[in-house]
C-alpha cells in the first residue's frame, strides 16, 4: 500500500474528518465510515477568483467529481429540507443482562418522546405470536444465547426506517449485541448520537434477574424486593420470563462480555458509561443530562447549518462583475486582513459541514501564494491564523481541543524550511489564544502520535507539514488517527497529495 492511501484508508475507516493542504492548495475532506456512500467536491480559488466550498454554490465555480454527482444531487435535496430543523434525538443503551435498560428505556421515553426499539421485546413478542421468527427465535433466547444476526437486524432495520422513529427519534435497547450487529449498522450509516452503557456488578445483575417480574397488561417491569407491584391485583397477574433462571442469567452475562468489547470500540467517540447499580432515578438523572447536552448540540448544528446556507446563498447571488477576486503571484504583501478572513470563514464553514455531517467526503482546493510553500511569499502565520480559527471554534462548541505538530525531527529540522515549519510548536503557545483562557483549558497543544490521544479530547488538528516522502511522518500520523477512533482529524498538510 503507498503512503497516501494508507492514510486515506485509515481515514475512511476511523471516520475521521481532515484538512490537508497540498503543495499549492488546502483541501479539506471529511470522510465516513464507509468509503462509498461519500461524496466527493472540489472548489478551487483560481488566480482571478475565489469561490465557496458550498454544496450550493453555482456550478460554474464548482467542479464536481462526475462519479459522485448523482449522490451529491440527493444530498442536496436532503439538506434544503432539513435546514432549520433540528434533527430528532438517536440513541442506543446498551448492558448486561438485568443492568436496566429496559427500567431506564421507560423513563426515557416518557421524558423525551423517543420510538423505543428493543429487540428482546420484538423477539418476545414474536416468540408468544408464534410466528416464524419467534419459533426460530425460542431456542436461542430460552438458551441464552443470541439470535442470528440476520433475523433481528432485518428487524430492526425495518423497524428503525419507519416514518415514527424518523420523525420523533429513536431509543435502541439490546441493540447491536455483536460486532457484525454494530457493523450492519455502519454499513447503513445508521450511527447514534450517544451510545450508554449501564454497568453493574454480576452479582447484583443475577439478584436483578431472579427477583424480576414482568405485568403482561401494562408491560411495567418490577422487582420482587427493589420495585414490588403497587396492589396485590398486580402482584397476582406478574409472570417470571422463561430466561431469568440463575444459569440461564450466568450464560447470557457471559455471551454479553464476549461481544461487549468489539461493540465498544464501534462507538468509542459517543460512549457513555454510567454507574447502573445506583437507584434508577439517580441513574436516569444523569441519562438525561447527557441527552440533554447531545440535544444542545444538535441545535448548534443545525442553526450552523442555516447560516452556512444563508452566506453561501449571499456569495451566490453576487456576479462574477461583483466578485472579490484574491490577488496573487503580486509580490510578498501578505493578503489584507479582510481577504485573510475571508478564506478563513470559509474554511470553518467547510470544516464545520464536513465534521457535523459524517457523510461528506469535502476536498477544497485554495491556490494563494501565501500557502504556497513552493513560492517565496509563503507564510506561517497565515496557516497558524487558520488554525487558530478552527481549533477557537470548536472550543467555543464546547469541544476539547488538541492541535498537534510534529515532534522533533533531530538534525534535519532546518532543511528545507519553510516546509518544514520548524518551530512551529513555540508559534502555536505564543499565540493570543483570546480572553477566556482557551489554551490549557479547551485547546491544548501536543505533538503528533497516538500517545498525544487522551480520552477527553473531541477532535485533533495535526500540523504536519512535512514531506511525506523524505522524511516519513506517516506512521505517526495513522497510529494517531487510528487512536482517535471516530473523533473528527482535521490534517493540515502542504505536502501530502492524497488526492492526486
Ligand atoms: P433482552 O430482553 O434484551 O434481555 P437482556 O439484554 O438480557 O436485558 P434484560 O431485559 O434482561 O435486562 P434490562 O437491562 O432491560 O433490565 P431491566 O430494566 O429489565 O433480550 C433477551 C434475549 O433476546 C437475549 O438473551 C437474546 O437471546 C435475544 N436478543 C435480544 N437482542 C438480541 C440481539 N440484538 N441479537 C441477538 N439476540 C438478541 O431490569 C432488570 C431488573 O432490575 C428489574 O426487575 C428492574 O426492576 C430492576 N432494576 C432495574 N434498574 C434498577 C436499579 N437502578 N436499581 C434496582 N433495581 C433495578
Not at 462526475?66 to 432549520?84: A, D, E, F, R, T
Not at 470559509?346 to 476536498?363: C, E, F, M, N, S
Request: with cysteine.
Amino acid at each position: 500500500m503507498s503512503m497516501s492511501s494508507s492514510l486515506l484508508s485509515s481515514t475512511t475507516t476511523t471516520t475521521t474528518t481532515a484538512i490537508h493542504c497540498n503543495t499549492s492548495n488546502a483541501a479539506f475532506f471529511s470522510s465516513s465510515s464507509s468509503s462509498s456512500s461519500s461524496s466527493f467536491v472540489s472548489c478551487q480559488f483560481h488566480s482571478t477568483s475565489i469561490s465557496f466550498n458550498s454544496l450550493t454554490s453555482s456550478c460554474r465555480r464548482i467542479r464536481i467529481n462526475p462519479n459522485h454527482l448523482k449522490v451529491l444531487k440527493k444530498k442536496l435535496k436532503v439538506k434544503c429540507c432539513s435546514i432549520g430543523i433540528v434533527e430528532p434525538l438517536k440513541v442506543m443503551i446498551s448492558g448486561a443482562p438485568a443492568s436496566g435498560k429496559g427500567t431506564q428505556c421507560e423513563l426515557i421515553v416518557k421524558k423525551f418522546g423517543l420510538v423505543h426499539i428493543s429487540t428482546g421485546d420484538l423477539l418476545r413478542a414474536e416468540v408468544s405470536s408464534g410466528t416464524e421468527i419467534g419459533n426460530k427465535a425460542k431456542e436461542y433466547m430460552d438458551s441464552g444465547s443470541l439470535v442470528p444476526d440476520e433475523i433481528v437486524t432485518a428487524m430492526v432495520t425495518t423497524r428503525i426506517s419507519g416514518e415514527d422513529a424518523k420523525e420523533k427519534g429513536w431509543l435502541l435497547d439490546g441493540y447491536p449485541r455483536s460486532l457484525e450487529q454494530a457493523e450492519s449498522l455502519e454499513r447503513i450509516n445508521l450511527r447514534p448520537d450517544i451510545y450508554i452503557v449501564l454497568d453493574v456488578p454480576d452479582e447484583i445483575l443475577i439478584d436483578r434477574c431472579i427477583g424480576r417480574r414482568l405485568d403482561p397488561v401494562t408491560g411495567k417491569i418490577y422487582h420482587l424486593k427493589n420495585l414490588p407491584p403497587e396492589t396485590e391485583e398486580i402482584r397476582a397477574r406478574l409472570i417470571t420470563r422463561s430466561d431469568d433462571t440463575k444459569e440461564k442469567v450466568k450464560s447470557r452475562l457471559e455471551t454479553f462480555k464476549n461481544n461487549a468489547e468489539a461493540i465498544s470500540s464501534t462507538y468509542m467517540d459517543i460512549l457513555k458509561k454510567i454507574d447502573g447499580s445506583r437507584p434508577k432515578e439517580v441513574v436516569f438523572e444523569e441519562i438525561v443530562s447527557f441527552l440533554l447536552q447531545v440535544q444542545k448540540a444538535k441545535e448548534k448544528v443545525s442553526l450552523l447549518r442555516k447560516s452556512v446556507v444563508k452566506s453561501n446563498v449571499k456569495v451566490s447571488s453576487m456576479g462574477q462583475d461583483n466578485w472579490r477576486g484574491i490577488p496573487t503571484r503580486l509580490n510578498n504583501i501578505p493578503h489584507s486582513r479582510e481577504i485573510r478572513k475571508y478564506f478563513y470563514d470559509d474554511v470553518l464553514y467547510a470544516t464545520q459541514r464536513a465534521v457535523a455531517d459524517g457523510k461528506t467526503l469535502l476536498k477544497v482546493e485554495i491556490n494563494i501564494p501565501e500557502l504556497n510553500p513552493e513560492m517565496d511569499v509563503y507564510r506561517i502565520g497565515t496557516l497558524m491564523e487558520l488554525v487558530r480559527v478552527l481549533a477557537l471554534s470548536f472550543a467555543d462548541d464546547g469541544k476539547r481541543v488538541k492541535v498537534c505538530v510534529q515532534g522533533s525531527m533531530g538534525e534535519g529540522a532546518l532543511a528545507g524550511m519553510p516546509l518544514q515549519l520548524a518551530g512551529t510548536r513555540k508559534i502555536l503557545e505564543f499565540m493570543d489564544w483570546g480572553d477566556y483562557g482557551a489554551l490549557g483549558t479547551f485547546i491544548a497543544i501536543g505533538s503528533i502520535g497516538s500517545k498525544e490521544v487522551d480520552a477527553q479530547d473531541d477532535v485533533f488538528i495535526l500540523v504536519a507539514p512535512q514531506n511525506a516522502v523524505g522524511n516519513c511522518i506517516i506512521d505517526d500520523l495513522k497510529a494517531m488517527t487510528d487512536a482517535a477512533g471516530t473523533r473528527p482529524v482535521v490534517l493540515i498538510n502542504p505536502r501530502l497529495k492524497l488526492w492526486d
